[in-house]
């Protein structure tokens, strides 16, 4: 990754008063990326890193939409998941203050139907693994 020039900003550039944690490289962030893409892909119309934002060791940009048609882009940091963006690429820096520590956490609180969705798939789940339980039971040894 080529490093921006000497005094110019960057928005995954630790700020000089606040110590952020990083990763050893990029590749790592990407890696948690895509395991936060499979863990809530079925909730959401679409969720992927963003090729136009450029990631570095402390930071990734995930562009979302929700099912509701809502687009963001979330940054993935060592803090957690922060909307920045009300559309995709975009990194509107300050535009919302609150960070989420899990995606779920977020998603909850900007989409009804995720959490529906989440909703349904635990209770087809819990349903699945309650009729495993019953068949053990109901079955001679």
């Not at 000089?16 to 990083?22: I, K, M, Q, W």
Request: a negative charge; charged letters at 30%; glycine letters at 8%.
């Amino acid at each position: 990754m080529a490093s921006a020039p000497e005094g110019s900003w960057s928005p995954c550039a630790p700020l000089d008063c606040v110590e952020e944690r990083t990763l050893d490289d990029e590749g790592a962030w990407r890696q948690e990326a895509q395991a936060v893409i499979r863990d809530v892909e079925r909730g959401v119309q679409y969720i992927g890193i963003s090729d136009k934002l450029e990631s570095c060791n402390s930071c990734i940009y995930l562009n979302l939409t929700t099912k509701e048609g809502n687009r963001r882009t979330l940054k993935l940091s060592a803090t957690g998941f922060q909307i920045v963006g009300l559309e995709h690429d975009k990194d509107e820096e300050g535009e919302e203050e609150e960070t989420f520590e899990t995606p779920y956490s977020l998603l909850n609180r900007i989409s009804p139907a995720f959490t529906l969705s989440f909703g349904g798939d635990l209770a087809s789940k819990l349903s699945q693994l309650s009729r495993s339980h019953s068949d053990r039971e109901l079955s001679p040894d």
